[in-house]
C-alpha cells in the first residue's frame, strides 16, 4: 500500500491501513476478564482451563456450597501462583 504522508492522507487505501492498525493494537492489548459463577463438578478444571489462555483474567470465582469453596479457592491460588 501508500506510504503514509502527508501526500497519501485522501489516498482511499489510507483509511484501509489505519483500521487494520487499529485492529491489531486492539487485539495485542485486549484482556479477556471472566468471571465463574458457580463451580461445580468442572469448576476447577474450567478454572485451569481459563488461567492457560494468555489474555484472560479470572476476576471472579462464585461458589454458595462451602464443600466446594474451598476447592475453588485453592484452585484459584494455585492459579495465581503459576501466573507469576
Not at 463438578?41 to 454458595?64: C, D, H, I, Q, T
Not at 475453588?72 to 507469576?84: D, T
Amino acid at each position: 500500500g501508500p506510504p503514509l504522508d502527508r501526500q497519501n492522507l485522501d489516498h482511499p487505501e489510507t483509511a484501509k491501513i489505519q483500521a487494520s492498525i487499529r485492529a491489531r493494537y486492539i487485539y495485542w492489548h485486549m484482556v479477556l476478564q471472566l468471571a465463574q459463577i458457580g463451580c461445580g463438578y468442572w469448576g476447577p478444571n474450567l478454572l485451569r482451563a481459563f488461567s492457560s489462555m494468555p489474555r484472560a483474567r479470572l476476576k471472579f470465582a462464585v461458589e454458595l456450597r462451602d464443600n466446594k469453596t474451598a476447592q475453588v479457592f485453592r484452585a484459584v491460588e494455585l492459579l495465581r501462583k503459576e501466573r507469576k
